[in-house]
């Protein structure tokens, strides 16, 4: 084995490493709204459940040269977010709007996304997502060392929304979702093989 140790890497090649290795990473599409009121979304691959009781999520946002992004400062602000799950019928929509926006303008609006009201926040979500999730914040954790890199977003989830057919008896439909993954580079995958294994007793 390769042995490599992350001290003797550059911050670059331990990114590249790190995206290369933990593949693939589910995608999610968050919306936040600043305190000016504007609509801003982003794509985030560092995203996974931390807890199903209660309900909870977390979403990494990297920040650049120590400073926070539009994302962490908007959620920490507004106590809330939305996450949506990107799927094959978004991905293009949701690509676009990774580009450096200025804080005052819309990636939604950009892009061409249909904004749509939340039930119980009062951050808006976006119709083009099969799955849809309104979060408040539990925590945000500054991460990195004396000064941070990247801002821990843990939302507790207060209201889902599902596009109905693919949701059955408690449980989602992984094909008719079809959600898409994010590898390294400019690569993303979709689903592929599905097997099943029985988990021992």
Do not use: W
């Not at 539990?138 to 890199?149: K, W």
């Not at 693919?166 to 993954?181: F, Q, T």
């Amino acid at each position: 084995m390769l042995a490599l140790h992350p001290d003797e890497l550059s911050p670059r090649d331990n990114y590249k490493f790190l995206i290369g290795s933990v593949i693939p990473r589910p995608v999610a599409f968050v919306t936040t709204k600043s305190a000016a009121g504007t609509l801003n979304a982003a794509p985030f691959s560092y995203f996974n459940i931390v807890s199903s009781a209660p309900p909870m999520i977390s979403v990494s946002v990297q920040r650049v040269n120590g400073k926070q992004k539009d994302t962490a400062r908007n959620a920490i602000f507004a106590n809330a977010f939305v996450v949506h799950i990107c799927d094959t019928d978004n991905v293009d929509y949701v690509n676009q709007t990774a580009a450096s926006l200025g804080p005052e303008e819309s990636e939604v609006e950009q892009v061409g996304l249909t904004p749509v009201e939340s039930r119980v926040i009062d951050v808006p979500g976006v119709q083009e997502a099969k799955i849809r999730m309104e979060c408040v914040l539990e925590h945000a954790l500054p991460l990195g060392g004396s000064v941070p890199t990247c801002d821990m977003l843990i939302g507790r989830v207060v209201q889902y929304h599902i596009q109905p057919d693919l949701y059955e008896d408690g449980r989602i439909d992984a094909l008719r979702l079809n959600p898409v993954a994010r590898l390294a580079g400019d690569d993303y995958v979709k689903l592929g093989q599905i097997f099943a294994m029985d988990r021992p007793k």
